[in-house]
């Protein structure tokens, strides 16, 4: 696929999440609340001072605040595959000369694009001023955050694709969605600081690619990673992206074995 029409696919998804202005009113307010429960409970543990994890009252609802804003923006249509599975929908695309995964790729960035620039951005701006957040802005720092985010972007939607491949397979797949949701909000860190995890728990999460998603990027925007702990999570993340690029590709390849077209 080449670039005009990938952002030809991206410009629709995004015109199309414009026309939900209730939604996204709604979705705003989510957000906010969502940053003055987690920074007000966070403020409250940290009240008594100490350090754990290496955060401070300060550091801790930096993190909170972006980790929650980076988790906004990354927001995404994860049922599309299902519904279009269902419904038939999806022998359309099979038949675009286009990518699948590249399609798929693009009308998320759309999607993606909307909340970032209407409720991302805006609710990090609006937090920075009223939690007076301290967040180290540096030359380094920002472009392996700015690195970081791209990777994460990538394995949330692979991970999301992935578990939207399962629709070829099963009829029902909000389990497995639920199951996803639950994993994201445990592990992802935009919740739980991965940080703060027992020690005994960390070797499990570091098998999973859940922490790369919005941890990552978040620790290393607001200066919570060293620039060498940093370079070691970027490889980490390199490597996820691989690894679930792969898997895409492979379940896909799968998927398709599996697909019936009658008529036509």
């Given amino acids: 696929m080449n670039l005009a029409v990938f952002g030809k696919f991206a410009a629709v998804s995004f015109q199309k999440e414009i026309a939900y202005r209730f939604d996204y009113f709604m979705a705003v307010l989510n957000g906010f609340l969502y940053i003055f429960v987690f920074t007000a409970l966070w403020r409250a543990l940290y009240a008594q001072g100490g350090g754990v994890g290496g955060f401070t009252a300060a550091s801790i609802t930096a993190y909170a605040v972006t980790a929650m804003a980076i988790r906004i923006s990354f927001s995404m249509d994860d049922t599309t595959i299902a519904i279009k599975v269902r419904d038939g929908s999806i022998a359309t695309d099979l038949i675009r000369p286009v990518s699948f995964f590249m399609m798929n790729l693009a009308q998320c960035i759309g999607f993606s694009a909307f ?12 937090s920075v001023f009223l939690f007076k957040l301290d967040i180290p802005f540096t030359a380094q720092g920002t472009a392996l955050g700015a690195l970081s985010l791209v990777m994460g972007y990538l394995i949330l939607f692979m991970l999301n694709y992935l578990f939207g491949l399962i629709a070829f397979w099963v009829i029902e797949v909000f389990p497995f969605q639920l199951m996803k949701y639950g994993l994201l909000n445990l592990l992802g860190g935009s919740v ?3 940080d703060l995890f027992p020690a005994f728990m960390k070797p499990f999460i570091a098998l999973l690619p859940f922490q790369h998603i919005f941890s990552t990027p978040a620790a290393i925007l607001v200066g ?3 620039p060498e702990r940093a370079l070691v999570m970027l490889t980490e993340q390199a490597a996820w992206v691989g690894i679930m690029g792969a898997a895409s590709l492979l379940a896909w390849n799968a998927a398709k074995s599996r697909l019936v077209i009658q008529g036509g």
């Fill in 115 to 126: 909340h970032t620039a209407a409720r991302g951005v805006p609710i990090l701006i609006f």
């Fill in 192 to 194: 739980i600081p991965v």
């Fill in 224 to 226: 919570h990673a060293a």
